[in-house]
């Protein structure tokens, strides 16, 4: 990573001029270290939502929110999405550079080799309730795959021990979370079937079922391999921090996974693009006025938000969201499918960006907008949305642990400004009003 030095910042506290490093990152982006701020001077910075505040330096992903620039080490995520697959992508997000063909040959099949789970987590699904929403579902039986490999919770792990619980995470993720589908709509578990691709098993888990031969629709596997390539990373959001965050402590991979999981299931982050298809049936139903909608998105006193709008991080359009738009009328023309709400969507899209109050906060279409009119296509349900996501950041959470793992960096335990009652004695309940 070249950190390039340049002149300290200067702050001035209680009279005293204080000097504090600046860090210069590849692409010019600018830092004031504040590592010794506290010891220097007794005070510390407050950043609600971290809006401006650096957590690590990173090289795994790299993304431009005034630009519209998204870069897997280093690679546009335009290139990647037209011409790479999902597992070259996790190989190049884990391993920091795009496999040889024996190398990509060797992960899949390392994958392909821990797609099974231990029969004894089929009990597990039997206990959730039909209605149980599959995030939970997922990220709980994530989280107990540790259980079932206690040698993770080791702190000290060779790269080998770290790569195996790589593959296993990597491959049982797909399983654990078709298996979540099948068991809320009642039918039977499909076992991975190995000689599928990642993205064919996982559809063939999905839809296959005992009683009938299951074609895979090569249309299908190439759109869906393609969204899981521009799911892949975000650098530090909300999920992969937490992954991060979690991981600090010395927690197992599986356990950061499962709270990376957890994190994302949240509307505002991952969950969006649930709360989006749900937003655009409630317009369809309501006979598509878009307009009404949009000035309720506008309204302060109402609570209704334009879901699949807006990011923390692009001030311009989000790269992703294009390609997907693009994929998703290739999809719907390819398989026949008419989607009233792919034009109640565009047509969101086409008056929020004609509106000052969305222009002048700089809201556009982020990735969740039209992913989920995507899935829908493909035949799966809304509740899966956020799986998917999940499916998809899976190698980016991972890629984003082993670095911070490899950096040695520090537990996380952010400060704060203490805002409650100065101090005071007990009071005896008999003497309490
Ligand atoms: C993801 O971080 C990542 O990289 C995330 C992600 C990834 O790949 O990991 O990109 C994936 O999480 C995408 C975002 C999915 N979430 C949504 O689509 C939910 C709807 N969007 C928002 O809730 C919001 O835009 C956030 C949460 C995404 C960002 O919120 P911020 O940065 O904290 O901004 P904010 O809430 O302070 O909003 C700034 C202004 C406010 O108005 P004012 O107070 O300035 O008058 O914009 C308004 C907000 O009210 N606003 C919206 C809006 N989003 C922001 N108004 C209407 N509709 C919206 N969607």
Known sequence: MSEKEQQPAQITLDGTTYSLPVIVGTENEKAIDITKLRDQTGYITLDSGYKNTGATTSAVTFLDGEEGILRYRGYPIEQLAEKSTFTEVSYLLVYGKLPTKTELD????????????????????????SKAHPMGVVASVVCSLSTFYPENNKTKRTSAEIDLTVHRVLAKFPTIAAWAYKNSIGHPIMYPKNSHNYVENFLYMMFANPSEEYEIDPVVANALDKLLILH??????????????????????????????????????????????EMLDMIHEDGGNV????????????????????????KNFDPRAKIIKQACDQLLNKLGVHDDILEIAKKLEEVALRDPYFVERKLYPNVDFYSGIIYR??????????????LGRLPGWIAQWKEMIANGEPIGRPRQIYVGEG???????????
């Open 106 to 129: 060797k992960f899949n099949s390392d994958i392909s080799r821990h797609t099974l789970v231990h029969e004894d987590m089929k009990r597990f699904y039997e206990a959730y309730p």
């Open 291 to 314: 307009d009404k909608w949009v000035e309720k998105a506008k309204d302060k006193n109402d609570s209704f938000r334009l879901m699949g709008f807006g990011h923390r991080v692009y």
């Open 423 to 433: 101090l005071r004695d007990y009071v005896n309940i008999g003497d309490r009003v």
């Open 232 to 277: 892949a990373d975000h650098e530090q959001n909300c999920s992969a921090s937490t992954v991060r965050m979690v991981g600090s402590s010395k927690a197992n991979l599986y356990a950061s996974i499962a709270a990376g999981t957890i994190a994302l299931w949240g509307p505002l982050h991952g969950g969006a693009n649930q709360e989006v298809i």
């Open 377 to 390: 296509a493909m035949g799966i349900p809304t509740e899966m949305f956020t799986v998917m996501f999940a």
